[in-house]
């Protein structure tokens, strides 16, 4: 079984609008993290905001905030005000494991296009 | 300055050749990791170190041969690789415990 699934390959907003980027996750960790990244054109991956199994709030970093539900294992990403830039692959990923070693699973991405 | 860097960034080799990938982190990380990211799949990882020790090798065929002679730097050397090994080359880097990942750029790499 995958252990991440995006299901939206690609995704269109328009410009200053909200968009829910979907991810679910699939662990039998009582302990692990979620996290989002940003994937521009050039290559590099950006971190966006992380999750903790344990985090009772939903975490939120400026206009991103990860829609958390722990009970149907999904962790979506919540872009609010949508901006050109925002243009790009997102990915989303879990982190399993504890102390020196992590180990972490990456879904299949889903490629957002922002419309002006 | 970015925390994680990579070179080169783009490398073009054939198949009898021998090249290596470098990856240096400058955020004081203790573990670093190599993906592989190809076309229309998710990321793949390769190679795990933590604290300069190798703790995981996702049955990576052994063309591809990781080093790391030292908490900030990372290398994954290539020799006699195939046209499929063509995808873009991903270095990570993280604290010891529960934190997220920092990338660097990215290689892109081709085989002729």
């Known amino acids: 079984a995958q252990k991440i699934t995006q299901t939206q390959p690609g995704m269109f907003v328009q410009e200053k609008e909200a968009v829910t980027l979907d991810c679910t996750y699939d662990?039998?960790?009582?302990?692990?993290?979620l996290f989002w990244y940003k994937q521009p054109s050039s290559g590099e991956m950006i971190f966006l905001i992380y999750q903790g199994s344990y985090d009772e709030q939903n975490a939120t970093e400026g206009r991103y905030s990860l829609n958390f539900q722990k009970a149907r294992k999904s962790a979506n990403l919540v872009i609010s005000a949508s901006q050109l830039g925002d243009s790009a692959m997102y990915f989303c990923?879990?982190?399993?494991?504890?102390?020196?070693?992590?180990?972490?699973?990456f879904g299949s991405g889903t490629k957002l296009n922002v419309k002006p | 300055e970015t925390g994680v860097t990579q070179t080169p960034r783009h490398l073009v080799m054939g198949m009898t050749n021998k090249k290596s990938l470098k990856c240096e982190q400058h955020?004081?990380?203790?573990?670093m990791y190599w993906y592989k990211q190809s076309a229309k799949k998710p990321l793949e990882l390769m190679f795990v170190?933590?604290?300069?020790?190798?703790?995981e090798n996702n049955s990576v065929p052994s063309r591809f041969s990781p080093e790391c002679p030292n908490s900030s730097h990372l290398f994954l050397h290539l020799h006699t690789l195939q046209p499929e090994d063509s995808a873009l080359y991903l270095c990570?880097?993280?604290?010891?415990?529960?934190?997220?990942?920092?990338f660097g750029p990215g290689t892109r790499l081709t085989v002729l």
């Open positions: 662990t039998s960790d009582q302990s692990y993290g």
């Open positions: 990923a879990m982190r399993e494991g504890r102390g020196n070693f992590n180990k972490f699973y």
């Open positions: 990570a880097s993280s604290p010891a415990g529960y934190n997220e990942q920092f």
């Open positions: 170190y933590s604290l300069e020790e190798r703790v």
């Open positions: 955020l004081g990380h203790n573990a």
